[in-house]
């Protein structure tokens, strides 16, 4: 089993940055994906970022998010970020955090969520 713990979210106004940590304990594998997804109300979840281990970086393709949304971690302290800059009130969303443990020929791979932590821009 895998445990995300997401931290960092909050209120902010406009034009503000925040810095949201996802740190995943437990079976995490030596090889792993982890990302973030975000969640407004009435909306589908979608992605915004993901790394892997070896520090490859996958972003998502709305246009709204480009540029200022920058993934990280951290491997010795299982640790994922999500640096967001000139947040915007359309930012507002719950963010959630996951880990995808790949297949292996000794792993039949997996993937698991954090709870979800709120982030809400508004002036």
């Known amino acids: 089993q895998v445990q995300l713990v997401e931290s960092g979210g909050g209120l902010v106004q406009p034009g503000d940055s925040l810095r949201l940590s996802c740190a995943a304990s437990?079976?995490?594998?030596?090889?792993?994906?982890m990302g973030w997804h975000r969640q407004a109300p009435g909306k589908q979840r979608e992605l915004v970022a993901s790394?892997?281990?070896?520090?490859?970086?996958?972003?998502t393709d709305s246009d709204s998010m480009k540029g200022r949304f920058t993934i990280s971690r951290d491997n010795a302290k299982n640790t994922a970020y999500l640096q967001m800059n000139g947040l915007e009130p359309e930012d507002t969303a719950v963010y959630y955090c996951n880990l995808v443990r790949p297949f292996s020929p000794d792993d039949p791979g997996a993937e698991y969520w954090g709870q979800g932590i709120q982030v809400t821009v508004s002036s």
């Open positions: 437990g079976n995490t594998g030596s090889m792993n994906i």
């Open positions: 790394i892997a281990t070896g520090g490859s970086t996958r972003y």
